[in-house]
């Protein structure tokens, strides 16, 4: 059955300085991941997506995350945190195919002090 | 563009009671997924609809039906409302390009008293 770990419930750094938020998952295909933001009171965003085309994956506001299949893991990371990207961040595992249910973490609180 | 749209935004509810949730999915998508988010979790899927019909389900109870239209809009009813009910209920949307990408709306907070 596919799963999916978030690491930590709660992360917090300093403006301008690197962010991590680990996620681990559990697959038995090669699995859709996804990483989606939801910011107090708002719908959740997508931030990027993994469908088995590079490992490295490029989202929005400077986001990456590497699919390491070896390690089943897909960090999601920033070179430098803005006040804006604090927010609940969630790693997620699709099901059965393009349009299958999606498999949420229990998610990441990110803060980010000034 | 509209995204996805939930209505009401917020609704409180007596044990017991039944509710209707709404969902107007973003303009090209076809299919309408639900899911359930308790405070301090993460959304747990209810069900999927395509084609007016429920393609897939998540380990929901029967309370939880559901109905999509033609214009592939849909409902969530929840029957026999359990104060574990309460909860963010979010509808998304997807079929358009790409295809596995899902839409979410801003979701309707369900109070059970």
């Known amino acids: 059955a596919q799963s999916v770990t978030q690491l930590d419930s709660h992360v917090s750094v300093s403006e301008g300085t690197p962010v991590l938020l680990r996620c681990n998952y559990s697959s038995s295909y090669s699995p859709s991941l996804f990483w989606y933001v939801q910011h107090p009171n708002k719908g959740l965003q997508l931030l990027l997506k993994y469908t088995s085309a590079a490992t490295l994956v490029k989202g929005i506001n400077g986001f990456e995350a590497e699919f390491k299949k070896s390690e089943t893991s897909f960090h999601l990371t920033k070179p430098s945190a803005h006040m804006s990207d604090a927010a609940e961040y969630f790693c997620v595992v699709s099901v059965g195919g393009s349009q299958g249910n999606l498999i949420f973490g229990k998610g990441t609180k990110l803060s980010v002090k000034p | 563009d509209a995204g996805v749209t939930q209505s009401p935004t917020h609704l409180i509810k007596t044990r017991g009671q039944q509710v209707t949730l709404r969902c107007s999915p973003k303009?090209?998508?076809?299919?309408v997924s639900w899911y359930q988010q308790a405070l301090g979790q993460g959304p747990q899927f209810i069900f999927q609809?395509?084609?007016?019909?429920?393609?897939q389900r998540g380990n929901f109870p029967d309370r939880f039906s559901g109905h999509q239209f033609p214009n592939y809009s849909s409902e969530l009813n929840v029957n026999a409302l359990l104060l574990g009910d309460s909860a963010l209920y979010l509808c998304?949307?997807?079929?358009?390009?790409?295809?596995?990408?899902?839409?979410f709306g801003p979701g309707t907070r369900l109070t059970v008293t």
């Open positions: 303009s090209g998508h076809d299919t």
């Open positions: 609809y395509y084609e007016e019909e429920e393609r």
């Open positions: 998304a949307s997807s079929g358009g390009e790409p295809a596995y990408e899902q839409y």
